[in-house]
């Protein structure tokens, strides 16, 4: 929408929904036949929380889903577009190292999902044109729940939260609202390089917990801390598939990002991370309270 309120004529496409070319991107016959366009803003992806995650033959999954869909795109507008913007993820930072991450920090995939994303810009970065990569940290707002839902319906059903490792390492968040705002400052630019997303003001996994128990009006919370050690050791002999091998690496340190490449086109974000979780907090509650209606305690009105 913020594409078209800026007077731009938008062509969308995806595998399903309401938009004008329906297919797949791996599919190097659909891909040949999209449009000439002046800007292509790549964000189609998979990732963990993607429903159809296979528990096996993940590899493949994401190489032809994320790597084989973008070799496509670039085979169809090297040289024919102004513009190309790759969405990444903040997954691709080498992870071993202290943040926050900039655009010159190193980038080392950690497992298959970051591994293909780093291909993937890999890929892109080759074209003939300007290429701009956007780098967002975890993404939440309208759709974009991620792993929240379980925290919620175990504070709302059972007044428990589950926290893997320590919970007190700093992990920043961005609205699905600022991270497309980047995108179009990014476009308005022409803008090469990678470019962070995040919200200000990161937070731990035991404040979102402390902000989600204010937002429902929930008191007398219990947190159950399950040592990082068990979840590093459990993710590992379930081969990753229970907890990706990012994810591990991202409960054991800070994850947050330095903006400040990105507010020099001109973009601040408008939610601090509190107002995030605050927002997806309220759209998991319905929820919630319909799978345990009789354990939810009463959400206070308004936000």
Not at 140 to 148: C, K, N, S
Not at 156 to 170: D, Q, Y
């Given at each position: 929408p913020l594409f078209a309120d800026a007077g731009l004529r938008v062509i969308t496409t995806d595998r399903h929904g309401d938009v004008d070319y329906v297919g797949d991107l791996a599919d190097p016959t659909f891909t040949a036949m999209l449009p000439d366009v002046d800007v292509v803003v790549h964000a189609a992806a998979v990732q963990y929380v993607t429903r159809s995650l296979p528990f096996w033959r993940r590899k493949p999954w994401f190489h032809r889903n994320n790597v084989v869909a973008t070799s496509n795109l670039v085979s169809r507008y090297s040289g024919r577009v102004r513009y190309f913007l790759q969405v990444g993820t903040s997954m691709m930072y080498d992870q071993t190292l202290s943040g926050p991450y900039g655009a010159k920090s190193p980038l080392k995939g950690a497992g298959v999902y970051s591994e293909s994303k780093l291909a993937s810009v890999s890929v892109a970065e080759a074209m003939d044109n300007p290429?701009?990569?956007?780098?967002?940290?975890?993404?939440?707002?309208?759709?974009?729940?991620?792993?929240?839902?379980?925290?919620?319906?175990?504070?709302?059903?059972?007044?428990?939260?589950?926290?893997?490792?320590?919970?007190?390492?700093?992990?920043?968040?961005?609205?699905?609202?600022?991270?497309?705002?980047?995108?179009?400052?990014?476009?308005?630019?022409?803008?090469?390089?990678?470019?962070?997303?995040?919200?200000?003001?990161a937070l731990t996994i035991r404040d979102w917990i402390d902000i989600i128990g204010d937002e429902l009006g929930l008191s007398g919370v219990r947190v159950l801390s399950v040592p990082y050690p068990l979840v590093k050791a459990g993710a590992a002999l379930s081969r990753y598939r229970l907890i990706a091998r990012e994810q591990c690496l991202m409960l054991g340190q800070p994850h947050v990002l330095d903006i400040s490449r990105s507010q020099g086109l001109g973009w601040t974000p408008s939610y601090d991370n509190e107002r995030i979780v605050r927002a997806i907090a309220r759209s998991c509650a319905p929820a919630a309270s319909r799978v345990w209606p009789r354990c939810q305690t009463p959400l206070k009105p308004g936000g």
């Open positions: 290429v701009g990569v956007m780098v967002p940290c975890i993404i939440g707002g309208p759709g974009r729940e991620g792993l929240f839902p379980r925290f919620v319906r175990t504070m709302t059903g059972f007044g428990v939260a589950i926290v893997p490792g320590t919970g007190r390492h700093e992990t920043q968040m961005v609205h699905v609202q600022d991270a497309a705002a980047l995108l179009v400052a990014m476009v308005d630019h022409d803008a090469p390089g990678l470019y962070n997303a995040a919200g200000s003001d």
